[in-house]
């Protein structure tokens, strides 16, 4: 008779999804990308894996409504409170993009008690590259 190998993450053992909550991360990389339309904060950690994330539009906003800077400190801090439990003391904030959410997303980000090692813009400029298209007829 041939033995049964044991399964070392098997459902029985209860052990499916636990290891997502064990991971602890004590320094971390929050992205803002504030759009016109939306504002969306992702969380990764140094290696640039995704810890967390959130958006003004999955924090229940419609519209034009998800543009505005009370959305982005919605979705900031659902994005940080994650991340705060589970031991994220320490961040650099990369802010891109040049909608209105920018400047509230950070004042949620430091009101959430994590210490800021830096704060760096990362919108992309354009050395003079594509052509516009051209000006609109009215």
Do not use: Y
């Amino acid at each position: 008779m041939a033995k049964t190998i044991p399964r070392i993450g098997s459902r029985k053992n209860g052990r499916i999804g636990s290891r997502k909550n064990t991971r602890r991360i004590p320094k971390g990389v929050i992205h803002v990308q504030a759009s016109f339309n939306n504002t969306i904060v992702t969380v990764t950690d140094v290696r640039g894996r995704v810890v967390s994330w959130s958006s003004a539009g999955t924090c229940g906003f419609k519209g034009t409504r998800r543009g505005t800077p009370f959305a982005a400190q919605t979705a900031a801090g659902n994005a940080i409170r994650t991340v705060v439990d589970q031991g994220m003391q320490r961040a650099e904030v990369m802010i891109k993009g040049p909608g209105l959410g920018r400047d509230a997303a950070l004042r949620a980000i430091r009101r959430s008690g994590i210490l800021l090692t830096f704060v760096r813009d990362v919108t992309p400029m354009p050395h003079n590259g594509c052509r516009p298209p051209k000006k609109r007829r009215v």
